[in-house]
């Protein structure tokens, strides 16, 4: 089982452009929230996938938006970046409460 | 939403020593409090959970008690060691699936 696994592992983008992200959540998981860990702060929440659909969102803008495909993976895009969007991006999976997370995507936006 | 409140921010304590770290949470339906512990440079990870219906829960050297009266739930780290170095941080889960996490403790553990 190789857990919950995110790509690329690090990604460097210029203000205005937009960005994907990828997840592969634990194997029999079927739920995947994705967060942004600015630097010495905790995660904070942007979304999670269910079945396909967004169940929950937290205070991000529209230009943060995601899918969930039916083998359970997600993406994460984020569109007209802003410096402030340069952060570690977690994608966490999970069956019921508990949540695993991957090893993150480093996003810099300069 | 739910606001989750961690202290203290910083914690340096003699290896050996206990630690004991605090979140304070706001939602009463909040029913499942994780802990995990991020190092730096890594994911975070787990380390012990605790839902309502339970008082404490112990793993070895880590344990977690909820006082769900008065909304908050501790870390209790004993007999630490150098490898316990990390940042901790709480989290409370509500609204069916939103997770709030504190803004973490910095545990160092001096040898």
């Known amino acids: 089982d190789a857990g919950v696994t995110q790509s690329p592992t690090h990604l460097i983008k210029t203000r205005g452009q937009q960005v994907t992200l990828r997840c592969s959540p634990k194997?029999?998981?079927?739920?995947v929230s994705w967060y942004q860990q600015a630097l010495g702060q905790g995660p904070q929440f942007i979304f999670q996938?269910?079945?396909?659909?967004?169940?929950q969102r937290g205070n991000f803008p529209d230009r943060f938006s995601g899918h969930q495909f039916p083998n359970y993976s997600s993406e994460l895009n984020v569109n007209a970046l802003l410096l402030g969007d340069s952060a570690l991006y977690l994608c966490?999976?999970?069956?019921?409460?508990?949540?695993?997370f991957g090893p993150g995507t480093r996003l810099t936006v300069l | 939403g739910e606001n989750v409140e961690q202290h203290p921010s910083t914690l340096s304590v003699q290896e050996g020593d206990s630690a004991v770290i605090k979140c304070t949470y706001s939602?009463?339906?909040?029913?499942?409090f994780p802990w995990y512990k991020q190092e730096l440079g890594k994911r975070p990870q787990l380390i012990i959970d605790?839902?309502?219906?339970?008082g404490e829960k112990k793993d070895q050297r880590i344990a977690v008690t909820l006082n769900k009266t008065a909304k908050h739930f501790s870390l209790h780290i004993t007999e630490t060691q150098p490898e316990d170095s990390a940042v901790y941080f709480c989290?409370?889960?509500?609204?069916?699936?939103?997770?709030?996490f504190g803004d973490g403790t910095t545990l160092t553990v001096k040898p």
């Open positions: 966490a999976s999970s069956l019921s409460s508990t949540e695993f």
């Open positions: 194997s029999g998981h079927d739920t």
């Open positions: 996938y269910y079945e396909e659909e967004e169940r």
């Open positions: 939602d009463s339906a909040s029913n499942y």
């Open positions: 605790i839902r309502s219906n339970v």
């Open positions: 989290a409370a889960p509500y609204n069916a699936g939103k997770s709030t």
